[in-house]
């Protein structure tokens, strides 16, 4: 059966009551219509066809059959046929299909023809699928369209400009000899797409960047004209006229002027007029200020600039509206870099954010609370952060609680103070701290603190594992701690802080219903209520107050005994925190062997697990007990004496573990005016040459250019050699994705990490440069990978590639797959990897050889795969980053 019409095909489709009768109906309805297009050569059959056909794409189903019966529809001569051609054409093919190649005569035509519609449906079309080869071939046909006299098709026309350069960044010329008339055109819309042909080639070629500095003027009249004329009605939106506009102009004002102090200094007073005259109460207006702050901060502005974008950001904080906050905040993250005592003043704004009922919106508070944290101020915000620790949500807890232990192990000013917060992330966070901070703050303990803190911490762990011993951390190190300094517990000091307990004190000691309690449930501790309905439970204590002190514990011998007794005997901790108690009541033998009935205790708690199902604990208790045992008194002070600090490999913390989005901004450094840096003078020249010299300097820092590039949809400046891909990127996708700098490789601006060893001579006789380097190409998910380019001197055109995979996470790695292409003009060959499995700290090597006999430049396009902590990752990136030697 054959729906006639595309009405009748939906009403079908509407009146479906399953999936399945759906896709019955359209299996008949594209059977039929493959049908007519083989036995029905009808234009007017085709048209409606077509129309079935897109219709049914967007339902989700295959619809390839039609493509070629899309073109044989936009060759009709009439404007309703084109028009459905052209949107099949759009929507049914793309760039890299062969197909596309059979269209390029129809858009020719088309574009001269007298129709003016029919001309905007061919640039429209062209605007959305032209590929390389299209765009040759249609570009002149484009620049004879930008002189038309209608607007409509001026308009159309630059956005078909943008598509070309953005395929073929050579083709720039025509377009840049006409974009200060396309600029300066009193229609809003050429505006709207002459700016963001100016921006596409600014992005793609130096000479259009130089072309647009000098527009500036140009460009900031026309902002001018929009702040000052008064709201037209075709353009006003929320009273402000023409805010997408005014966004565009922003956005292309903060392309050119970076890394400029000229084009800067041209922008100050604009963008003080339009931080002074937008309404910030409607969300137009917070658009536009939103925008005018990126500006001022991806561009060497005055300071007073800056500081106002800042403030500008922390009056976003306010706003009711969460995605208004969520981009202040990923902002203020990023710019936190290069102004952190501005945005310091906001700090308990952001703070207040962590209780924000928007999980996004903790999230990145969260991110900038951290990145806020230095010497000076690591206490208040490790308070309230701690304060947030409890109730924050189960995927929060493990990056906060890393992220606690740098901070505290950074910027903690004395050992008092990193120990006693240590133990509370331990006692609040247990659960999510990693092994490598535990290790740390033990050795740290054992190796640096002295005998009143080794007392102090043993107390307060004791007294945290009467509460709770849910926190698996915290039960193994304050096990380790009680245990190792046993001795330090009992002893009585001059601490007024200490508070002595009883033995049958429910603070201090445990007697034999709390020991059933602690085994049986594992939870915290508290008094028990007189009502005999509550003596079968323990009511859970108050979270610790960060403020407050930490409470201690001076326990009895006996009470020591009975904690690590109940801890090895109960079953909700792990095995593993089982065995640390059966090793520390082992040396309690040690620590009060002058007490034989706490000697007796000991050896009778261990009895009790010499029948344990669990090998390692028996095994344990037996050798234990034997030890405990009389005929070995004269050795077991030795065997259980005080233990050295453990030792480890201690991997220091990230760069940029505090402030993740800093971890994408790695070239980034202080911006400053070039006016305000220190001048090194050449000897013969002038104050004014090295000011000028240390200005053009200046100007070619990559700074400006990495901070744009997480805030703009712009790549860095044209780069000097050696080359390094850039690609543009989208500002809000980038701020809100918070994944990576640019599409084409998860790593931000990939370096060369340059070799000690000079480079080997190469075939020629000369020092080839870039070989026997490594260049990084990827830098996630704890996977690094680097390339190491070199040449054998009997073979000048075959480039070898070492790639070494280096997993510098916590967890390892697996399933490796790496697959490499290269240009048709090169051929590849792909050695197979040294192993598909990478341990924690271990490095993979695989042999990637390229055959280059044209000798152009090495371009890679890399499939990566792998398996990370039981989650799959999948990426697809390009690198051209190696120096011209390398080919």
């Given at each position: 059966?054959?729906?006639f019409?595309?009405?009748?095909l939906i ?6 009551k399953t999936?399945a009768d759906?896709?019955?109906v ?11 297009f083989?036995e029905?050569?009808s234009q ?9 056909l897109l ?11 039609g493509?070629?019966e ?6 009709s001569p ?13 929507l049914l093919?793309d ?5 596309l ?6 858009l020719k035509t088309?574009?001269?023809s007298?129709d ?8 429209g079309?062209?605007?959305n699928?032209?590929s390389s080869e299209?765009?040759?071939?249609l570009?002149d046909?484009?620049?004879?369209l930008l ?5 409509y098709l ?11 350069i953005?395929r073929e960044p050579?083709?720039f010329t ?5 974009a200060?008339s ?5 229609h809003h819309?050429v ?5 963001a042909?100016m ?7 130096q000479?259009a960047l ?8 140009v460009i900031?009249n026309?902002?001018?004209a929009?702040?000052g004329s008064g709201?037209?009605?075709e353009h006003?939106v929320?009273g402000?006229?023409?805010p997408?506009?005014q966004?565009?102009i922003?956005?292309?004002l903060?392309v ?6 000229q084009?800067?200094d041209?922008?100050?007073?604009v963008?003080t007029?339009v ?5 910030s109460?409607k969300?137009?207006?917070t658009a536009i ?8 901060l991806?561009?060497?502005s005055?300071?007073?600039l800056?500081?106002?974008a800042?403030n500008m ?7 009711r ?5 969520y981009?202040?905040?990923?902002t203020l ?6 102004e952190a ?8 704004t ?10 996004s919106i ?5 991110d900038?609370?951290f990145a806020?944290?230095?010497?000076n101020?690591?206490k208040?915000?490790v308070?309230?952060i ?14 906060m609680?890393?992220?606690?232990s740098?901070?505290i192990?950074?910027?903690g000013?004395?050992?008092e103070w ?8 331990l006692s609040?966070?247990g659960k999510h701290?990693?092994a490598?901070d535990?290790?740390?703050f ?6 640096e ?13 004791f007294a945290?594992?009467?509460?709770d011993?849910?926190?698996?951390k915290?039960?193994?190190a304050g096990?380790?701690?009680?245990g190792e300094?046993?001795?330090?517990l009992v ?7 200490a508070?002595?307990?009883s033995?049958?004190s429910?603070v201090?000691?445990?007697n034999?219903d ?5 085994g049986?449930?594992g939870?915290p ?15 859970v204590?108050a979270?610790?107050d960060?403020?407050e002190d930490?409470?201690?514990a001076?326990p009895?011998p ?14 909700v901790?792990?095995?593993?925190s ?5 090793t520390?009541?082992a ?5 009060f062997a002058?007490s034989?009935a706490?000697?007796?205790s000991?050896?009778?708690?261990l009895?009790?697990h010499?029948?344990?199902m669990d090998?390692e604990t028996?095994?344990r ?5 034997k ?10 002070t030795?065997v ?5 600090a453990p030792?480890y490999?201690?991997v220091?913390?990230?760069?940029y573990?505090?402030?993740p989005?800093a ?17 090194d ?7 004014a040459e ?8 200046a ?35 980038d701020?809100?994705g918070?994944v990576?700098l ?5 790593s931000?601006n990939p370096?060369a ?11 020629g006789g000369f020092?080839a440069?870039?070989l026997?380097s ?7 998910h704890?996977?690094r990978i680097?390339?190491t380019p ?5 073979m000048a ?13 916590e967890v390892?790695?697996?399933d490796l ?11 590849l060959?792909?050695q197979p990897?040294?192993?598909?499995h990478?341990?924690?700290g ?18 890679l396009?890399?499939?990566l795969?792998f398996?990370?902590?039981?989650q799959?990752q999948?990426?697809?990136f390009?690198y051209?980053?190696f120096?011209a030697?390398v080919?």
């Amino acid at each position: 059966m054959s729906f006639f019409r595309l009405k009748d095909l939906i009403r079908a489709v509407r009146v479906c009551k399953t999936a399945a009768d759906e896709r019955g109906v359209i299996q008949r309805e594209s059977a039929a219509i493959r049908t007519s297009f083989k036995e029905v050569d009808s234009q007017d059959a085709r048209y409606v066809n077509i129309q079935k056909l897109l219709y049914i794409y967007l339902l989700g189903y295959p619809v390839q059959f039609g493509q070629l019966e899309c073109l044989k529809l936009v060759a009709s001569p009439k404007f309703s046929d084109k028009r459905v051609g052209y949107l099949g054409v759009s929507l049914l093919l793309d760039e890299k299909q062969d197909i596309l190649t059979l269209l390029t005569n129809s858009l020719k035509t088309d574009m001269n023809s007298s129709d003016d519609y029919i001309v905007g449906l061919a640039l429209g079309t062209l605007s959305n699928v032209a590929s390389s080869e299209v765009a040759y071939d249609l570009v002149d046909e484009v620049e004879r369209l930008l002189d038309s006299p209608r607007s409509y098709l001026r308009k159309k026309a630059t956005l078909a400009g943008v598509r070309i350069i953005r395929r073929e960044p050579e083709l720039f010329t025509p377009f840049l000899h006409r974009a200060k008339s396309l600029l300066g055109d009193k229609h809003h819309g050429v505006q709207m797409g002459a700016v963001a042909l100016m921006a596409e080639m600014c992005n793609h070629t130096q000479e259009a960047l130089d072309e647009g500095r000098r527009l500036v003027p140009v460009i900031v009249n026309q902002l001018r004209a929009l702040l000052g004329s008064g709201s037209s009605p075709e353009h006003d939106v929320g009273g402000i006229s023409n805010p997408f506009l005014q966004v565009a102009i922003l956005r292309l004002l903060r392309v050119i002027a970076r890394g400029s102090q000229q084009a800067a200094d041209e922008l100050n007073d604009v963008l003080t007029l339009v931080a002074a005259q937008t309404d910030s109460t409607k969300n137009v207006g917070t658009a536009i200020l939103y925008e005018c702050a990126v500006t001022a901060l991806a561009i060497p502005s005055e300071p007073a600039l800056r500081v106002m974008a800042i403030n500008m950001l922390g009056k976003f904080l306010g706003n009711r509206d969460n995605n208004v906050r969520y981009v202040a905040l990923a902002t203020l993250s990023a710019a936190v870099i290069t102004e952190a005592p501005s945005v310091q003043r906001h700090r308990a704004t952001v703070i207040q954010c962590l209780r924000d009922n928007d999980i996004s919106i903790r999230r990145r508070a969260l991110d900038l609370s951290f990145a806020l944290i230095n010497e000076n101020n690591v206490k208040p915000i490790v308070t309230e952060i701690l304060r947030v620790l409890p109730h924050a949500d189960l995927e929060f807890k493990p990056s906060m609680v890393y992220r606690l232990s740098a901070a505290i192990t950074l910027f903690g000013d004395s050992l008092e103070w990193r120990i006693d917060n240590m133990l509370r992330v331990l006692s609040l966070g247990g659960k999510h701290v990693n092994a490598r901070d535990m290790f740390k703050f033990i050795r740290l303990i054992a190796l640096e603190a002295d005998e009143d803190l080794q007392r102090r911490a043993a107390r307060i762990s004791f007294a945290l594992l009467e509460r709770d011993i849910s926190q698996e951390k915290m039960v193994v190190a304050g096990t380790w701690l009680v245990g190792e300094y046993a001795d330090l517990l009992v002893a009585r000091s001059n601490n007024p802080a200490a508070v002595a307990t009883s033995p049958k004190s429910p603070v201090g000691g445990l007697n034999d219903d709390d020991l059933d309690i602690l085994g049986a449930l594992g939870k915290p501790l508290g008094k028990k209520g007189a009502s005999p309905d509550n003596s079968d439970s323990a009511p859970v204590l108050a979270a610790l107050d960060p403020s407050e002190d930490l409470p201690q514990a001076i326990p009895e011998p006996a009470d020591i005994v009975r904690l690590l007794s109940a801890i090895a005997g109960s079953s909700v901790v792990s095995s593993n925190s089982r065995h640390v108690a059966l090793t520390a009541l082992a040396k309690l033998s040690g620590r009060f062997a002058d007490s034989p009935a706490t000697v007796a205790s000991i050896r009778m708690a261990l009895g009790k697990h010499t029948q344990s199902m669990d090998v390692e604990t028996q095994s344990r208790a037996a050798e234990f007990g034997k030890l405990l045992s009389q005929e070995l008194d004269a050795v077991r002070t030795g065997v259980v004496d005080r233990m050295p600090a453990p030792e480890y490999t201690d991997v220091p913390y990230e760069e940029y573990v505090l402030n993740p989005t800093a971890m994408r901004m790695k070239a980034l450094t202080i911006i400053k005016r070039p006016a305000m840096q220190p001048v090194d003078f050449v000897e013969g020249e002038s104050a004014a040459e090295a000011a000028a010299r240390a200005a053009a300097e200046a100007s070619k820092q990559s700074v400006v250019s990495d901070l744009l590039n997480l805030m703009d949809e712009g790549p860095a400046a044209v780069p000097t050699s050696p080359p390094a891909a850039a690609k543009p990127v989208d500002a809000l996708a980038d701020l809100l994705g918070g994944v990576a700098l640019s599409p084409t490789s998860p790593s931000a601006n990939p370096a060369a990490v340059r070799s000690v060893a000079s480079p080997p001579e190469s075939a020629g006789g000369f020092a080839a440069e870039g070989l026997d380097s490594e260049y990084e190409v990827y830098n996630s998910h704890g996977l690094r990978i680097t390339l190491t380019p070199s040449k054998k001197a009997k073979m000048a055109t075959i480039v070898d590639l070492l790639a070494t995979f280096y997993n510098e996470g916590e967890v390892a790695v697996s399933d490796l797959n790496f697959l490499v292409a290269v240009p048709k003009s090169q051929k590849l060959q792909i050695q197979p990897p040294s192993g598909q499995h990478i341990s924690v700290g271990a490095t993979v090597t695989q042999l990637v050889r390229v055959s280059n006999p044209t000798k152009s430049a090495i371009r890679l396009r890399i499939k990566l795969g792998f398996t990370a902590d039981g989650q799959a990752q999948e990426n697809m990136f390009e690198y051209s980053g190696f120096p011209a030697g390398v080919v």
